[in-house]
Structure formats: C-alpha cells, structure tokens
C-alpha cells in the first residue's frame, strides 16, 4: 500500500495565505471584521510569539554549535570577516537599487499638495513619537552602537528580543573559548550544546505544523485593520509601487547577479523555491528573528549549507544583514525630499546611501525599528523630518516586504560563504 504523498510545507503556507486574504476581504465586506479580530486574529498573535519564543536560544545555540566546529580561531575570524563583508555588499546593492529607482520614478513629484497637509496633521503624534525616539539616539555616543553589543547581563538580555547583538557577541565570546581550549575538558558542554541544538530543531518542525493556520489568521487580521485606509494607500500609490519595485529589483535581479559572481552555476528559482517557506513566514510575520528558526531549516535542509556555517552566518544576519530595509530607507528619504522641493546632489545621496546602511544594521534592537531610523537619515541629509507623517500610514504591508527581502539575502550570502568554504551539498537543490 502506497503511502500518501504529503502537502510541501511552502504549498500549505501559500493557502493558508490565500485562505487568510480571503476571510479577510470577506470579513470587510460582509461586516464581521470584529468577529475576525477577536477570534482569528489571536492564533496569528500565538503563532508569531512561538517563533519568538525560541529565537533567543536558537541564536544563542547555533553560533556556538558553528564556531566551535569549526576547530580554530584563524577559521572564525576568515569566516567572519567573508560574512561581515558579504552583508555589507549586499546592503550597498540594494540600497543604490532604491536610490536608482525613486530617482527614475519621481514617486514625490505627483504628491497632492492637500494630501500632504491632511496625512502630515493624521499622523503628527505618531511622527513625534518616533523622532523623540530618534533624538535620543542621535544624543548617544558615535561608538554607541559597539558599546550596546557587549551585554552587562546575559540573563536579562536573554529576556528581550530586541537584543540580539548581545546574544551573538555573548556567543561568539563562549563558542572561541570553547575553540581556543579543545580536547576533553570542554566535550560535556558541547555535547549538551549539539543535543540542545538538535532538540530546537525539533521544535522548529513542530511549531512549523501550525504555520498555515497561523499565516491565515495574520493576514485577515491584516486586511481587517488596513480596510479602512484605501484613500491613504491611493495617495502613496507610486511611493508604494516604487518601494515595491525596489524590494522586487534587489530579489529579481541583485540578488542572481550576486550569486552568478561568487557561485557561477547557479538555478535562481530552485534557490527561491527552496527558501519559499521562510520568505511566507517573514511576509506573515514581519519579523526576521522570529523567522530565523525557518530560515536555518530551510537552508541547512534545502538550500544544503553545512550546518556549521549556517549556524553562524544566519544568525548574524538575522541581526546586521537588512537589504530590505537599506533599500526602502533610500526611497523614502528621496521621496520626502522630493514631496518638499528638497534638490539633493548625487554626493548628498551617497551619504543617505551610507546612512541608510548604517542605520538598517542598527534597526533590529531599536523601538521602532526601522521609521526611528529614518528620522536619522531624514536629519543627516537636511530634509524635514516631519515628512515622515507621510509614510507612517502604510508602513506595515512594507515592512512586510522588507523581511522577505532581508531574510532572502541572509540566505544568497550564507549559500555564497557555504560555496567558498566548500561547505555546501549541491546535490540537494543545484
């Protein structure tokens, strides 16, 4: 008797997506839209915070399984050094992608004049909110960002997602020691290190059970709470379809040249296939920490990147890699500036390029994430801050596709380390 063949994991996701945009629609439209908040919407909720739930020790526990197999010190830092310096290269492509498109386009040429003043008087408090958020970084030290990477307690930043440098810095730390000692002295700890990773993994596969169900109820929610703003999204129509086009260019085409230059022989749609899964749950779920537990299944299982360097790469990627966010921090800057008569001189774009990348490294372990650091962008470049009202409105359905793109190019720069490293099973999908 044959045994029934089972849905793909990436088939089940894509209906319950569908199934969700529907119920959604359908809610609005046959005004039942509270029934789908109250009822439906929360199984989203529950889905999102069992990612969540296992993101920190995940991290925590894949960065010290993939260093310390790696078996020297002079390893780590070449291997770190490729990754830090891949991501980096991923971020100015996708950025200069924006920059190249908002400037073809014009999105803030054709922006209403009355529409400016009624979304910038809508969205005042919530503009202010962010740029006091914003004006308390911009007070901190230039070194800032390297001092909050060294946690002062492992426990309590354990306790808050939002601080996952400190996780990767405490375990980079460990996982070289473990390295620098060897032999028999540090064999107990990891091997409970490699069974708790093995146990996590196991997680991951039963909480990806519930992933349809969980897609469906976040993307009805969604629909229900975005209803009533279809005048809003008219009058940002060509902002969002430039930001659109500028995620869509960096996966299409960056990306494909990207691998063709460091892998030669590469099958662009098998690689999208095989990270499927992953891209659904970070478009569910807006959050690419909360889908690192799926993006390390799929490329470890899929993609064939040897666990060691998937266990080190993706993390950190999870946190420093943010080519989604580089690219729409590009647009909107130019668009605000446009929509204020701001002329900017390609040097003065450069610098929001560059600033842009800085501050989308530093977005993750921030309140706010990425708008807050528009706001540093928006001041560096001498355009009105206030423009940020603008965008506020519509920022949830991009920040949405920001994560697909982020966690996309985590998964081209560990499949490029993997190759270069000779750490890579192409028997699996090339």
């Known amino acids: 008797m044959k045994k029934k063949k089972r849905i793909p994991l990436y088939l089940t996701i894509i209906l319950g997506m569908v199934a969700g945009l529907l119920l959604g629609i359908l809610a609005v439209n046959l005004n039942f839209g509270e029934i789908v908040t109250n009822w439906v919407k929360p199984?989203?909720?529950?889905?999102?915070?069992?990612?969540?739930?296992?993101?920190?020790?995940?991290?925590?526990?894949?960065?010290?399984?993939?260093?310390?197999?790696?078996?020297?010190?002079?390893?780590?830092?070449?291997?770190?050094?490729?990754?830090?310096?891949?991501?980096?290269?991923?971020?100015?492509?996708?950025?200069?992608?924006?920059?190249?498109?908002?400037?073809?386009?014009?999105?803030?040429?054709?922006?209403?004049?009355?529409?400016?003043?009624?979304?910038?008087?809508?969205?005042?408090?919530?503009?202010?909110?962010?740029?006091?958020l914003a004006d308390g970084l911009k007070q901190d030290s230039p070194l800032q960002f390297i001092v909050d990477m060294v946690p002062e307690n492992i426990i309590s930043s354990g306790a808050d997602n939002s601080n996952m440098l400190q996780i990767i810095f405490f375990a980079i730390l460990l996982a070289a020691a473990i390295v620098m000692i060897k032999g028999e002295k540090t064999a107990p700890f990891t091997n409970l290190i490699e069974s708790l990773h093995e146990i996590l993994l196991k997680v991951i596969g039963i909480i990806m059970q519930f992933a349809p169900i969980g897609v469906l109820a976040l993307l009805a929610?969604?629909?229900?709470?975005?209803?009533?703003?279809?005048?809003?999204?008219?009058?940002?129509?060509?902002?969002?379809?430039?930001?659109?086009?500028?995620?869509?260019?960096?996966?299409?085409?960056?990306?494909?040249?990207?691998?063709?230059?460091?892998?030669?022989?590469?099958?662009?749609?098998?690689?999208?296939?095989?990270?499927?899964?992953?891209?659904?749950?970070?478009?569910?779920?807006?959050?690419?920490?909360?889908?690192?537990?799926?993006?390390?299944?799929?490329?470890?299982?899929?993609?064939?990147?040897?666990?060691?360097?998937?266990?080190?790469?993706?993390?950190?990627?999870?946190?420093?890699?943010?080519?989604?966010?580089?690219?729409?921090?590009?647009?909107?800057?130019?668009?605000?500036?446009?929509?204020?008569?701001?002329?900017?001189?390609?040097?003065?774009?450069?610098?929001?390029?560059?600033?842009?990348?800085?501050?989308?490294?530093?977005?993750?372990?921030?309140?706010?994430?990425?708008?807050?650091?528009?706001?540093?962008?928006?001041?560096?470049?001498?355009?009105p801050v206030e423009g940020l009202a603008l965008i506020i409105g519509i920022d949830r359905p991009l920040d949405m596709l920001r994560t697909v793109v982020n966690i996309t190019g985590d998964s081209a720069v560990n499949y490029i380390v993997g190759k270069t490293e000779n750490k890579l099973d192409t028997s699996k999908t090339f």
């Not at 995940?58 to 020297?72: A, D, E, K, M, T």
């Not at 073809?104 to 202010?128: C, D, V």
């Not at 929509?339 to 993750?364: H, K, N, R, Y």
Request: proline share 4%.
């Open 43 to 132: 199984w989203g909720v529950i889905f999102i915070r069992m990612l969540k739930l296992i993101a920190v020790p995940l991290v925590f526990v894949s960065i010290v399984v993939g260093i310390s197999s790696l078996g020297s010190i002079q390893k780590l830092g070449t291997l770190g050094v490729k990754t830090v310096g891949l991501y980096f290269l991923s971020m100015v492509g996708s950025a200069a992608v924006g920059i190249l498109l908002v400037n073809t386009i014009h999105p803030g040429n054709t922006f209403p004049e009355e529409k400016r003043a009624y979304y910038m008087e809508q969205f005042q408090e919530s503009m202010e909110e962010k740029s006091s």
């Open 221 to 383: 929610g969604l629909v229900v709470d975005f209803a009533a703003d279809t005048d809003l999204f008219t009058a940002l129509g060509l902002y969002f379809i430039t930001v659109v086009l500028g995620l869509t260019a960096t996966v299409m085409i960056f990306y494909p040249v990207l691998l063709k230059v460091f892998v030669k022989k590469v099958k662009f749609f098998r690689f999208l296939k095989a990270i499927a899964p992953a891209q659904m749950v970070a478009f569910s779920t807006s959050s690419s920490a909360a889908t690192l537990p799926v993006t390390l299944k799929q490329n470890i299982d899929e993609l064939g990147v040897s666990e060691d360097i998937s266990n080190f790469v993706l993390p950190v990627g999870t946190t420093i890699n943010m080519d989604g966010t580089a690219c729409y921090q590009a647009i909107a800057a130019v668009f605000i500036a446009q929509v204020f008569g701001v002329d900017l001189s390609i040097f003065e774009q450069i610098a929001i390029v560059m600033t842009a990348i800085l501050a989308a490294i530093g977005s993750p372990g921030i309140p706010g994430g990425s708008i807050v650091m528009l706001v540093i962008v928006l001041s560096s470049a001498g355009i």
